[in-house]
């Protein structure tokens, strides 16, 4: 599985894993990322059952298993968070933040040593070894209790399922050519986006942040202006259409 | 039935079912047993010995009826038990898939503990599946033992239903039908259970 380091800093750093190779066919490519700090570790939307191990392996590279203390889930998909059963069964002293609303069904996936801890409706932050990380709403996006997390320091957000994109399994990192990118996202956000106005509500939102990376949990990862291209071109689309893929 | 290549959640599973619906049938049985309390006494003196069996008849039902909760609850227990002990064992795979991957990772070590403890806690889950399928055995042959008494008590209840007047004598032969019946159905049950655990 592909790791990359994407932030930097005295702090902490970031790290995105995915593309793994050994991924079985049919299930969607994602991307999850990680926050290290001294002696913690953050995971964000750690995935699915099927790529625990390749996760596993791919964070010893990088942290000690009982330093990742904190798991974050956007929401409740299978995608994002079916791998928590597993995790439960690795990490004994660990807090997953997921919103509040989904604590009824998240608990589905098995979790015996884990804690939870709810997310608000209006979000909130979460402070490890001095570097704050915000919970950003981003509700109906697509699912109906669902936060990204925002670092200010790194200009970094994790975005979940918005700015995701319908991509081959070795499409790269980086997007080189934004008009071909939308080709691939339009039909992912017209469908798995039920609504315009939490649409709005959240780019009126993530507008007044400084964004240098957006990270999704599928596709690419968007990178300075590309972060105001998207903005744009997300709000001019319609969403919640059945449509053809 | 084919139940060889069900793990023991499944099985523990369906002996559970079956020993549902062998209660069922010993809640019928109950019915009978009043029925034929009743019977017994319109029939008068004659049914004396009838009326003695009814007395039986309604303790074999009750029985089953206990035995079967017990076994219901052992074969829920074993079910979770060995259910659980599957998921651990997943587990295990994923954390030797892992550990195969990372070899050269700094930190490979790191989850070795974690790797440890559920080992721990597969064995016992499984010691713990391991003795509720023992009592279930257990409990499962007595009830077979109390149903050998039934079929006596259905050849009895014939008998006696000889010595009363014609005008009864086919009602109390229809009540030892039913224990024969029934107790052949709940033996049935009781069998297919037992199958299932030894396949
Ligand atoms: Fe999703
Ligand atoms: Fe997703």
């Known amino acids: ?245 | 039935m084919n139940n060889a290549n069900h793990q023991t959640f499944v099985k523990a599973a369906i002996v559970a079912g079956e020993l549902h619906q062998a209660m069922m049938v010993a809640h019928k049985l109950t019915i009978t047993a009043a029925n034929a309390k009743v019977l017994s006494i319109k029939a008068g003196s004659a049914a004396a010995g009838f009326g003695a069996l009814t007395q039986h008849i309604d303790e074999l039902a009750h029985n089953v009826i206990d035995i079967s909760k017990s076994v219901n609850r052992a074969a829920v227990a074993s079910s979770k038990a060995s259910s659980e002990a599957e998921r651990t064992k997943i587990a295990l795979t994923q954390f030797s898939r892992a550990k195969q991957r990372a070899t050269d990772a700094p930190f490979v070590d790191s989850f070795l503990k974690a790797y440890n403890d559920t080992q721990q806690t597969l064995k016992s889950l499984q010691t713990d599946y391991q003795r509720e399928l023992k009592r279930l055995q257990g409990e499962l042959e007595q009830i077979a033992g109390d149903l050998r008494g039934a079929n006596v008590l259905a050849t009895m209840s014939r008998v006696e239903a000889t010595l009363v007047s014609h005008e009864h004598a086919s009602a109390l032969r229809d009540i030892a039908d039913n224990v024969a019946t029934a107790a052949d159905t709940i033996n049935h049950h009781i069998k297919q259970s037992q199958l299932c655990l030894a396949s």
């Open chain 1, 1 to 245: 599985m592909l790791t990359r380091e994407i932030f930097n800093s005295n702090s902490h750093r970031w790290f995105v894993f995915g593309r793994d190779p050994e991924k079985p066919n049919k299930i969607i490519d994602t991307n999850q990322y990680m926050v290290a700090t001294a002696n913690n570790a953050l995971l964000m939307d750690p995935g699915g059952i099927e790529l625990f191990a390749a996760m596993l392996a791919s964070v010893v590279r990088e942290v000690p298993v009982d330093q990742i203390t904190h798991l974050f889930a956007s929401h409740q998909d299978p995608d994002i968070i079916s791998s928590l059963g597993l995790w439960d069964k690795a990490l004994p002293n660990a807090t997953l933040h997921a919103p509040w609303l989904w604590e009824g069904f998240i608990r589905h996936f098995g979790m015996q040593q884990i804690s939870y801890s709810a997310i608000d409706d209006d979000g909130g932050q979460l402070e490890i070894d001095g570097v704050t990380l915000q919970f950003i709403p981003a509700h109906y996006l697509h699912a109906s209790g669902n936060h990204h997390v925002y670092d200010p320091e790194a200009k970094i957000l994790m975005s979940g399922d918005v700015g995701a994109a319908l991509d081959h399994d070795e499409a790269p990192l980086e997007i080189n050519d934004f008009d071909e990118h939308v080709k691939k996202m339009t039909y992912f956000h017209q469908r798995w986006m039920p609504s315009n106005k939490a649409k709005n509500e959240w780019i009126e939102r993530v507008s007044q942040l400084e964004i240098e990376q957006m990270c999704p949990q599928h596709g690419r990862i968007f990178k300075g202006d590309q972060v105001k291209r998207f903005l744009d071109w997300f709000s001019d689309l319609d969403v919640g259409i059945v449509g053809n893929p």
